[in-house]
């Protein structure tokens, strides 16, 4: 097998993806020469190495079990580079995006116990079991936010724009290699060589890692993570499966939960594990709660009725900063106004006249918010200036109508920054610039009041792309500090 890794010729290895996804993928992990790219002269390396042997590192370095499957990406001789202000953006941010989801979790207890924001709660509790919904307000804990944050960043022309905050992220076991693998060849990785494990370890000290079965294919990941978490010598749980034991031996654990829950009901015995969380028989994180996994938070940050609260809930740093960052955003609401009122910048009365709008006013997302199968990747997602006209309409029909069971969220669409990256070339066996445009996406660990920021994934896709996600056609690379 390592010949064959020399040789570069094609191996399937598993890598998780960045996003949970419910099902597993299959894919594999190979250099796919992609046509239209000129030839330039290729970065120089940090080290001695050439492009080459930077690249058989990274495929050689490769946990002999892989760490994915399903997919496809391609490789480059080098990190992304950030530069030091950057680094101290993504810092400072990590810290705001905790100060706003603990300010989330007050402002939804607040409408629940009858506030005068009464209808935030009604809106995030829309579609919802009634069972989720209670849980959600358990006493127990009614206090507990996530313990890692990942904001998905497109690097822009004017700085970085927040597409998602994600609470239950996938990668942290890729980016933790990535960046193990990139600081080998003498890089300089944002969070260290180390910073991911020792960051999940630090957070989750001595956890188990449960993965269901629809989240499978995300357990070599998780199996390479708590495996370097032993070897450091720092507390460590073990990574199980619901469908391998009845509920009664997890009693007295702690669990970090990996899967979804608007995906409960394809999770073994998960109905016996809520109610020991409930007893405090077991503990699990993220909390059971699920209106903090809703993306319609992004647009209520935004909403006229609650920039009051929100000027008192944040520092004027933090809410700067916010501003800054997340786009603006409407939640899609069917309500009449008043025939004096319109909707806060887009000066229209009704959402009907929206479907009117030209191109270029339509530069504009509409996605889905949270508790749904398609609320992650890239599913649920329409970018209104790559629709028809009538495609447009549609997907404002469809959001509107789906409403009282799934609200959905609009933003501006902000176009991602072109920028260009080595990435190695099978066909010509050499590394080529590729112009490209770039999802960051940093992992903040919580401790205390402190977000810190272990590493960043970069995914660069083809300029052409609008939804930068992963795809064959992308690159996979840890950010360095240049």
């Known amino acids: 097998m390592q010949s064959a890794i020399r040789n570069l010729r094609r191996i399937v290895v598993r890598i998780p993806w960045p996003n949970p996804e419910p099902e ?43 760490m994915f499957e399903g997919k496809e990406w391609r490789v480059s001789p080098e990190p992304f580079p950030l530069d030091e202000a950057q680094v101290r953006t993504m810092e400072a941010l ?26 935030v ?15 959600g307000r358990q006493e127990r804990w009614r206090e ?41 060849l003498g890089e300089n990785i944002v969070g260290g060589a180390s910073g991911m494990v020792e960051g999940f370890a630090k957070a989750y000290p001595g956890n188990d890692i449960l993965v269901s079965r629809e989240s499978q294919g995300y357990q070599p990941e998780m199996e390479w993570l708590n495996g370097r978490i032993r070897e450091k010598g720092l507390p460590a749980g073990a990574v199980l499966n619901p469908w391998k034991l009845p509920p009664s031996e997890l009693a007295g654990r702690d669990i970090y939960r990996f899967f979804e829950l608007w995906d409960l ?59 800054q960052c997340i786009p603006y955003g409407w939640v ?7 025939l004096h009122a319109e909707w806060p910048r887009l000066g229209i009365q009704s959402w009907e006249e929206m479907k009117k709008f030209g191109n270029k006013e339509r530069e504009l997302v509409i996605k889905i ?20 006209t009538e495609g447009w309409a549609a997907s404002i029909d469809e959001a509107l109508a789906a409403f009282p069971t799934n609200p959905h969220l609009m933003q501006r669409f902000h176009r991602g920054r072109v920028i260009a990256h080595p990435v190695w070339d099978e ?29 960043v994934l970069a995914t660069i896709v083809p300029a052409d792309k609008k939804i930068l996600h992963g795809m064959t056609d992308a690159m996979l690379v840890p950010c360095g500090v240049r």
């Open 24 to 66: 597993i993928a299959h894919f594999a992990f190979r250099v796919v020469p992609l046509p239209g790219f000129s030839t330039m002269p290729a970065l120089m390396p940090s080290t001695s190495e050439t492009p080459l042997e930077r690249v058989r590192h990274v495929r050689d370095s490769m946990p002999e079990g892989g």
């Open 94 to 119: 990590g810290t705001a995006a905790l100060a706003f989801q603990r300010a989330c979790n007050r402002l939804y207890f607040e409408s629940a116990e009858g506030g005068p924001h009464a209808w």
């Open 121 to 135: 709660a009604r809106l995030l509790d829309q579609g919802k079991p009634e069972r989720m919904v209670a849980l």
């Open 144 to 184: 507990e936010v996530p313990r890692v944050i990942r904001p998905d960043l497109i690097l822009t022309e004017t700085g970085l724009s927040i597409t998602e905050l994600d609470n239950l992220p996938g990668g942290i076991g890729l980016t933790g290699w990535l960046g193990e693998t990139y600081a080998a």
């Open 265 to 323: 009901d394809n999770v073994e015995h998960s109905a016996e594990l809520l109610a020991m969380a409930e007893k405090g028989e077991v503990r699990i994180t993220p909390p059971v709660k699920p209106f903090l996994e809703e993306k319609l938070w992004l647009g209520l940050f935004w909403s006229p009725a609650l920039q009051e609260w929100w000027e008192q809930a944040l520092t004027p740093e933090h809410l700067a900063l916010l501003k």
């Open 332 to 338: 899609l609401d069917p309500v009449k106004l008043p």
């Open 369 to 388: 918010s949270g508790w749904s199968e398609k609320s992650w990747g890239s599913r649920g997602v329409n970018i209104g200036h790559d629709l028809s």
């Open 427 to 455: 066909a010509k066996q050499e590394s080529v610039m590729m112009q490209g445009r770039v999802r960051l996406c940093p992992y903040y660990f919580v401790l205390g009041d402190e977000a810190k920021l272990s590493g």
